[in-house]
């Protein structure tokens, strides 16, 4: 070709490559010079990273497309302009070839042809046809044509032809300088030749391909017999626990139904694969012809064992996670799976626990003439399944102390510090092991088991009981105490309030006997002030004295019992958040707003009235807001109290005395724990999914954490409930295919690395396991090095149903 | 008469499209295709001792007005300002809280929705103050994690009457780790700067996040990650 011309015009003026092949040849060439590949570039990689990254061209050529792709390890560091170029590639590629022959030719070194870890190469180019080359003449074309265009280029890196069937591992190719050429063959048949069959066999094409002129030195060997144990049932890793047999068998143990399942119920092996490896040995110390052979395994200097696992290990806590999760679409009411619908309110509630044998007295008691008349819902659940499980909710029923929750409840919440953020700790948590982890871990297997009908008559016997608490002042177990914790989940929120509740309720018919018991007497109207006023003169409802503060009128100043504000679920704050917004955003909405907010402002000043006959607003501002209050003149109001039209003024204005005790409660405990049971009653299928998820995720979390999954949390911020609720469920499928497989790993392994030497006692297991002798090995693969004085040779074969030998001979191509 | 209802109706229009995004207890910053009106909304709160101009604050910034003396908020109540914020309009909705002691309850269980918070002092108040460390402790009890806090020492146009010094408000910010500024509603001091930059820092905590978890933007199938090209990997910074 002419050098005058450069590569644009050659490809654009035809008239200068007369054949076909010529416009192939300099297609090539241009790529490789836009990678800069040629020998020339100044700059060489010296070290690399582990990871492979590459470059892909794709041309057609008579109808035929190529893909020339160029891989190399990343580079950590380049250097500038090595003078001897040539030697310098050379010694890498050598130097690589000679220590591949440690590794073995199936080993994954992550580049995407095998032809890296067969020939140790950091770099490499890789020509593939889009059909299978298989006519030798056209083969023969080709790989003159590359190595031409490799000539033209002075190309620094192996180039290799990938040939034969696409299915077969078959790639021919070279690299070469101004001194030597390697080239780099594969044989692949489809049978085992004969003379190849053995290491003597092999030896002597080794030695025949490398035709040396002079007496070569001992060829150095490395051996290694794959067996494949098929039978891994000595090992199999069984975790028990998920049969459903406990639907037909009486007095069942509840631990089993109440526990997540978890691991794989399916031995996770598919096959435990042992490698017997001889790494190093001279020619002649074993034998292993066609007649003879002193190869055995069981001397093998060294056995590795690798699990092969099932593809689709079936991970039961998952699928039952999953399973869960598939609710999450179904929109129907719950009760409706039972036919209750909302007439639920009608049913009159009597719960099970009353019939129990054994029950705490008080649940006896108005269980009594209570059973007779009532139309009983009976649901798919027997009873003999049924108690046990309520027992096990709710264990304060029953005298029995096998499944009392802890007394101190924690809430453990995610600590902003704390460095390693645990599994799901973006869900929301609730008491580890109280009611809502039992009732929802139940759920899920209850489901598990008996379908939606199941989990629809648990839920109808939890809200059932629920009813029966709230009626009956017994606070719910197994629930933090105080008012709803808006980081726990919401179904454990709605329990807090409910107790806050049954606690109310109990404080307002119990501890307040000494001046009336009369319920109505608290549900007292405004309008009523006329029974209710009490003489100015008498000061009600007085707590302590706030320090030394005084009156305007010089007598002490007290502050008042209150009423605390009303406690309230995330959901119920969301929706007072959304009715304040939509009254926007202007003058007038704010003045709403404070009219809306001064409920407990207008309580409060009562209740200071009370406790403080004959105050003025300075008073009350002194304790409520000081910065509002000045001393001049034994006290005066702040400029902002003065503004008209206040609500602080207007408020005071209507603010009659009345004690915290008597004023109408800012926290009406009946309607809130009728709105709980209602909610809680009329939830959709995928509504008492939501509720049941966090605690059931949690408790899989925690599950996994128990079975030794370190497991890693995403930091998950700003996706709604479901996506949160999937991105946990991956991550716990993701843990519990990972603790299968080391559970897999160390029953077979004990303290034996998987992929590294075995330890004796670790050889003995696996030789007893497969009953004393190895089968015949499923693969053999001997690497045959020598280093001649031009370069190492080196052959590798690897014989199993089929065969394939690859070999790099270097030869000296200088004219003599 | 009228002008009113016209106003109330336009503020009911516009609130229906926060409700939609202040639902679900968590803090949302997802993109709302259908509204016209912005791109994101921030749900921030300004929180900090009766009296230190939390509302003076707030109306400097959303109306641009002063007044020396606003009543004293009762409970909680809110304004909205929109801005541009990387081409992005962010609508703020912001709520101001009572001070008082005694709100402290109620106005806590704002918290939980609020990706930002405004936590104020007054420079003439040595209380207001001292009490820096327990509204952080507030918001660190009832807020999301990763709420960001911006502390605020507000009145510097009251020079001769300054009892906390800018510097202990500056170490007193360096060792609760987060940003400081001082700044004056009635001057117009630093307002609109203070709210410009907890935008910026809760936009820089967003992008971190979905970083973070490259899935979720993928919003496809379940555990789908950039899937694997064996060929043409030329970003070096790509793991897969």
Known sequence: MNEEIDEYDIYHQDFTTVSDWEVFIARIEEILNEWKLSKSNKSKPIEYTKKWVCKVEEFSFQGVKFVLS???????????????????IRLEIQNGLWEATSRFMEDNDGSPFPVSNWYGLKRYLMLCPSIPLIDGSLIKVIMSSVNIAFANVDCSVPLFVKIREHWQQSYLGFYEDNEYKTSFDTIHLKRISNQCSHLSGLISLFKSKIASPVALDTVLVSAKYSYELKDSEPFVWKKTNTTNEFLSIDGFDVKKLTELPFGSDKNPINSILLNAIWPRFRESTIVDSSTFSDIDPIMAPTWTITLKMRDNIQCQLSETIAKMMDLLDNNNLLMDTLGLSKS????????????????????????????????????????????????????????????KYPSQLEVEFKQADSSEPK????????????????????????YDAGGLLYLAHLWYE?????????????????????????????????????????????DGTGSLTGTSSD????????????????????????????????????????????????????????????????????????????????????????????????????????????????????????????????????????????????????FDETREAEQVLHFLRSRSVSAVTDLLLPAILKAGAAK??????????????????????????????????????????????????EGM?????????????????????????????????????????????????????TESILCL | MNNNEDNINNGMEQTEKCVEMAGGGDPKWQKDAADQNFDYMFKLLIIGNSSVGKTSFLFRYADDSFTSAFVSTVGIDFKVKTVFRHDKRVKLQIWDTAGQERYRTITTAYYRGAMGFI????????????????????????????????????????????????????????????????????????????????????????????????AMLAGGARGQRLTEQPQGNSNPNCNC
């Open chain 1, 70 to 88: 160029y891989h190399t390890l990343e580079h950590s560091c380049d250097v500038e302009g090595s003078q001897e170029s040539d030697k310098f």
């Open chain 2, 119 to 214: 936590l104020m002092y007054d420079i003439t108040n040595e209380e207001s103050f001292n009490s820096v460390q327990d509204w952080v402790t507030q918001i660190k009890t009832y807020s999301w994690d990763n709420a960001q806090v911006i502390l605020v020492g507000n009145k510097c146009d009251m020079e001769e009457e300054r009892v906390v010094s800018a510097e202990r408000g500056r170490q007193l910010a360096d060792q609760l780790g987060v940003e400081f500024y001082e700044t004056s509603a009635k001057e117009n001091i630093n307002v609109k700067a203070v709210f410009e930059r907890l935008v910026d820092i809760i936009c820089d905590k967003m992008s971190e996040s979905l970083d973070s978890e490259p």
């Open chain 1, 423 to 446: 599994l799901c700790s973006y869900i929301k948590t609730s008491p580890e092991g109280g009611l809502v982890w039992r009732m929802s871990v139940t759920a899920a297997r209850l």
């Open chain 1, 704 to 753: 996994a954490i128990a079975e030794g999954v370190q497991g890693n949390s995403s930091s998950v911020g700003g996706v709604d409930k479901r996506r949160t609720f999937e991105i946990a469920a991956r991550e716990i499928h993701e843990a519990e295919i990972e603790a299968c497989r080391s559970l897999c790993v160390r029953t077979v392994l004990e303290k034996s690395v």
């Open chain 1, 344 to 403: 639920l309110g009608l049913v009159n509630p009597l719960h099970k626990i009353t019939e129990a044998p054994i029950t705490i007295s008080k649940l006896v008691k108005a269980a009594i003439g209570q059973s007779s008349n009532i139309h009983e819902f009976k649901g798919p659940i027997s009873d003999e399944l049924l108690m046990p499980l309520l027992y096990y909710i709710f264990p304060d029923a029953v005298d029995d102390a096998t499944f």
């Open chain 1, 462 to 506: 939890f809200t059932q009981e629920l009813q029966y608490r709230w009626e009956h002042r017994i606070l719910v177990p197994g629930v933090a105490e105080g008012n709803p914790n808006a980081r726990t989940c919401l179904l454990h929120q709605k329990l807090q309030l409910l107790n806050c509740c049954i606690k109310r309720a109990q």
């Open chain 1, 519 to 666: 319920d109505e007497y608290f549900d007292c109207s405004e309008d009523e002030d006329g029974d209710e006023q009490l003489p100015w003169n008498r000061p009600v409802g007085r707590l302590h004295r706030l320090g030394d503060a005084t009156l305007k009128s010089g007598a002490p100043l007290y502050v008042p019992r209150t009423q605390d504000p009303a406690p309230k679920t995330e959901d119920q704050l969301e929706e007072d958040a959304e009715l304040m917004v939509r009254l926007g955003d202007d003058a007038r909405a704010s003045e709403l707003r404070a009219r809306m907010m001064s409920a407990s402002l207008l309580s409060d000043m009562e209740a200071f009235k009370a406790a403080n006959p004959g105050a003025e607003l300075c008073d009350f501002v002194q304790w409520y807001s000081p910065r509002d209050w000045k001393s001049d003149d034994g006290g005066a109001l702040g400029d902002r109290m003065l503004l008209p039209g206040n609500p602080w003024t207007e408020t005071w204005g209507v603010a009659r005395p009345v004690p915290a005790a008597r004023q109408r409660r800012l």
């Open chain 1, 757 to 809: 030497p075995l330890d004796a006692a670790g050889r003995t297991r696996i030789l007893n396991a497969a009953g004393g002798a190895l089968p015949a090995p499923a693969r053999r693969e001997f690497s045959l090095r020598v280093k001649d004085a031009i370069a190492p040779q080196v052959m590798r074969a690897a014989l199993g149903t089929d065969m394939t030998i690859i070999g790099a001979f």
